[in-house]
């Protein structure tokens, strides 16, 4: 606010108003009045002797009487000028002061002639007094400080019972009733005592109660109210006499995407976090803890847990910090000095939400906002009246010391746009009663009032991180429910688990347990093709995982067509076919996994060269396919760097693969081939196994050097044959192989070259996947 100054200076400014001053005169100064310490003038009286000049405030200057005032040296000649407002004065007077932050609205300049023909201006502010020459400043007759040369003093202040207080002082306190009267920075007098969410214990101590975390909702130590739109850890509680402590809540959704909930809160006590969790658990760390109605000390903190919730205490020599949680509502309680700092959204929750979020705790994806249509089964009207019950009877009694309001604006925000479900017709209640609870205020029953319980909703009922506990019927049983954005990535391609995970010999699917309860499906139920495979539970995550494996191929069915060898099995339920009706979902979910059939490839590589792998990736499953050549029927000399080989020297050839179950799929031969070409469909071409009809395998009748040592048995195949060259060309020999691969279910995968063997083979319904690998070497 603007006002008038009373300022001693050299400086002469150019007067709207003049009084010329006699020895003992009372001047009008309504047009400019002087606040003095906290009292407000619009008169002064000047007394002029050959001792000194005063100006006082409250009467003629008189040392015996007493009274407001200003005492210098005397003069022979006092002018009085009062001055508009100047900004540039003004802004010398807040530089050279900072503590003065009031506005200069006019001020009031004296100029004195002495005998010695000197010169002296002063001007006076209520706020501020500058002099060239020493005075004193009287308060009430006596004298309470000098003023020096060239200096500016703030004469702003408080009194009280007759005293001057400088501002930004303690003027009383009273431990009794926690109540302080001070002079506040602005110079005027202020009583602090409890806060409307506090009260007196006696000992200048608070108990701050509380502030309150239920749904998305924050009601901090004042009784603002602010909502978290997100699914972000935030800052709920700290202080700067606890650095190492540190109360977080982590928000999540549930059954819809666009409205979050209080999901846990997290103590963060020296580098250790204890996580306080749906349905009562508690965790340390990595460490499940086992809690009872008996206080455990772990780290400095006292935990303990009933059927209403849990309770993690800290107490230190000035300071109590209480943390409440019961799955869905969170109470913070401090016990201490007045004044303590509280940070966090407990003592702030209108300050930016973005300065508390705590990224090292939120997923990145945490900040994105969803939309949702509204759901049309709420009536808001009859939630209204139903949260409005905090202003009536059973409650009413509370109403004086703890707002309703803040309680009721969080119960319709909620309700009337999320189902008044897994608790929540009651959520809002139940944390109103427990903070009047904490100021004394038995509410005897409210729960019977409304129809609500005052133990924890799903104690000790233990979800998973996807999960949420929820009612399966309104007042009904409870389950875990999957979280509508984890399901929500299933429900779009209508599946209820992961994709097919192939290894190297075994095959594994996933469903998600919260999923099948959706859709009414009893996991136990549930089996392979071999009614003895059943899932496997993860007790952690409540995934549910069938697998099959080469030593257990659970009812396996292995089918080929021209590109893959396809592993199939079904997740069903069990056969109720023999019962008239059933009520059980009936499930059938098939899954399979793929050998890619070797894909067309050649090969090359010198026959002095060492063995070289063909890398085959077939999608879900991999396996190699190796060529080797060795000198000796015993497949023991290898055809290594820089042997030498003859012309019509004999060599065998071996076709290997690695990566396939011999178990359950073998490798078939069905030509081989030479040209003096990379290509394998170049000529000139000389045939070595030739392949007439699907499945025969021959060596060519005209090299009667070709032998076949072995195929269709396994996983490797085997021939021989003599060295040879093409007449006039390059030198160089390229072997190619068609190959395929064969499920062992069916009746044979050996090849025969009988006819007859032939033509019953020649109906059957097995598909070849063309391949070629090959070799070349030169002379």
Not at 181 to 208: F, H, K
Not at 561 to 585: E, G, H, L, W
Not at 590 to 599: E, G, K, L
Not at 656 to 684: F, H, I, K, Y
Request: proline share 3%.
């Amino acid at each position: 606010m603007p006002r008038p100054l009373l300022f001693l200076s050299t400086l002469i400014a150019l007067a709207c108003a003049q009084q010329i001053i006699t020895p003992s005169s009372v001047l009008n100064i309504s047009s400019c009045p002087i606040t003095y310490y906290g009292k407000k003038y619009e008169q002064i009286y000047v007394n002029s002797t050959t001792e000194n000049f005063a100006l006082c405030f409250d009467g003629f200057f008189k040392t015996q009487t007493g009274g407001d005032g200003l005492v210098g040296p005397a003069a022979s000649y006092v002018t009085l000028h009062i001055n508009s407002k100047n900004s540039k004065l003004e802004s010398q007077v807040h530089q050279e002061v900072p503590s003065i932050k009031a506005s200069l609205k006019c001020n009031l300049e004296f100029f004195m002639e002495y005998t010695k023909k000197s010169n002296l201006t002063f001007r006076v502010h209520s706020l501020q007094l500058t002099a060239k020459t020493m005075k004193s400043i009287y308060i009430g007759g006596i004298k309470v400080t000098t003023v020096y040369k060239n200096t500016i003093q703030d004469i702003s202040g408080c009194r009280h019972s007759g005293i001057a207080y400088e501002p930004d002082t303690v003027v009383s306190a009273d431990p009794e009733t926690c109540s302080k009267l001070t002079c506040s920075e602005t110079a005027v007098l202020e009583t602090i005592g409890c806060g409307p969410l506090e009260r007196c214990q006696g000992n200048n101590t608070l108990l701050a109660s509380t502030c309150t975390f239920t749904g998305p909702t924050i009601i901090d130590v004042h009784g603002h109210i602010n909502s978290i739109q997100d699914r972000c850890a935030y800052s709920l509680f700290s202080t700067p006499s606890l650095p190492d402590f540190l109360v977080l809540g982590n928000f999540r959704d549930r059954r819809r995407k666009d409205v979050s909930f209080l999901d846990s809160v997290t103590l963060r006590v020296d580098g250790h976090d204890i996580h306080l969790e749906q349905g009562g658990r508690v965790q340390m760390d990595d460490s499940t803890l086992t809690l009872s109605s008996s206080s455990q000390l772990v780290h400095g903190v006292q935990l303990s847990k009933d059927q209403t919730g849990v309770t993690a205490k800290l107490s230190l020599s000035n300071l109590i910090i209480s943390v409440f949680f019961d799955g869905n509502t969170a109470q913070i309680l401090l016990e201490g000095p007045a004044g303590s700092s509280v940070e966090g959204l407990c003592g702030n929750s209108s300050r930016s939400l973005s300065d508390l979020r705590l990224s090292e705790y939120s997923s990145t994806s945490c900040e994105m906002q969803y939309s949702e249509t509204a759901d049309s089964t709420i009536n808001c009207t009859s939630v209204t009246e139903r949260c409005n019950l905090l202003k009536e009877a059973h409650f009413s009694s509370c109403n004086t010391d703890i707002d309703p309001e803040p309680y009721i604006t969080a119960c319709t925000d909620t309700l009337c746009k999320y189902p008044a479900v897994d608790g929540l017709n009651c959520q809002f209640l139940k944390a109103y009663a427990r903070a009047c609870s904490l100021h004394n205020h038995a509410l005897d029953g409210w729960t019977s009032k409304t129809g609500c319980s005052s133990e924890a909703f799903c104690q000790d009922r233990t979800c998973s991180d996807h999960e949420f506990c929820g009612e399966k019927t309104v007042g009904g049983d409870t389950r875990c429910f999957c979280r509508d954005i984890f399901a929500s990535k299933y429900q779009e391609i209508n599946s209820l688990g992961d994709p097919t995970v192939c290894m190297q010999d075994s095959a594994s699917v996933t469903l998600v347990g919260c999923l099948l309860e959706d859709k009414d499906i009893n996991y136990s139920a549930l089996h392979l093709n071999d009614p003895t495979c059943r899932g496997q539970v993860d007790e952690l995550t409540h995934m549910v995982t069938f697998s099959f494996n080469s030593s257990n191929r659970c009812g396996t069915v292995v089918t080929t067509n021209n590109s893959y060898v396809i592993y199939k099995n079904t997740i069903r339920s069990q056969n109720y076919s023999f019962d008239v009706i059933t009520r059980n979902a009936q499930v059938q979910i098939d899954f399979s996994c793929v050998h890619s059939q070797p894909s067309i490839h050649t090969a090359t590589f010198r026959i002095r060269d060492c063995s070289v792998a063909q890398k085959i990736s077939c999608g879900a499953w991999n396996y190699t396919l190796i060529i080797k050549a060795y000198t000796d029927a015993g497949w023991a000399q290898v055809v290594q760097l820089n042997s030498e080989v003859r012309l019509n020297q004999r060599i065998w050839v071996e076709l290997e693969t690695n990566g396939l179950d011999g178990s359950m799929v073998t490798v078939v031969r069905d030509s081989c081939w030479a040209t003096n070409q990379a290509s394998p469909t170049s000529s000139p071409r000389h045939d070595l196994i030739i392949n007439g009809e699907r499945y025969s395998d021959c060596a060519n009748p005209a090299d009667l050097t070709v032998a076949v040592e072995e195929n269709g048995l396994g996983t490797s195949t085997l021939f021989s044959f003599n060295i040879f060259r093409f007449t006039g060309g390059s030198g160089e020999v390229y072997l190619h192989c068609k190959l395929h691969l064969c499920p062992k279910e069916e009746t044979s995968c050996i090849p025969n070259c009988n006819a007859a063997a032939r033509r019953r083979r020649s109906v059957g319904s097995k598909y070849e996947g063309e391949a070629s690998i090959g070799m070349s070497w030169t002379h």
